[in-house]
């Protein structure tokens, strides 16, 4: 499954009953930078990446990757808050970080 086939989903979910927020799972994280970038990382890389941007030590390597990520939240944030997803959304992320580690996207509109 796609990561918009994924993010389609989501919204679903969302629009039964919608909140001011969503969230992004690491899975789809990793999927939209597999996709937008072509590179395939690893969990552990995807948070060291997240941390470094939350620091403001992120590195010009580094920022494609971390961009493929934020784009799922940016694909979400069109479905979920817009009536047509096809127009661009003004939304903020929270990068909400687990006990294991993990990182998840809050994602509100602005």
């Not at 969503?22 to 999927?31: D, F, G, K, R």
């Not at 971390?66 to 940016?74: I, L, N, R, T, V």
């Not at 047509?84 to 687990?98: H, R």
Request: net charge negative; hydrophobic share 40%; charged share 30%.
């Amino acid at each position: 499954m796609s990561v918009e086939e994924k993010i389609v989903e989501l919204a679903k979910e969302f629009k039964k009953g919608p909140g001011n927020k969503i969230y992004i799972q690491e899975e789809i994280l990793l999927a939209s930078v597999a996709e937008e970038t072509g590179k395939n990382i690893a969990a552990s890389q995807l948070r060291t990446i997240i941390a470094a941007w939350l620091s403001g030590e992120l590195d010009e390597e580094s920022e494609a990757l971390y961009d493929g990520a934020a784009y799922a939240c940016s694909m979400a944030a069109r479905h979920c808050f817009n009536d047509d997803p096809e127009d661009d959304a003004d939304y903020v992320i929270d990068w909400l970080e687990q006990e294991d580690g993990s990182y998840v996207a809050e994602v509100r509109p602005c």
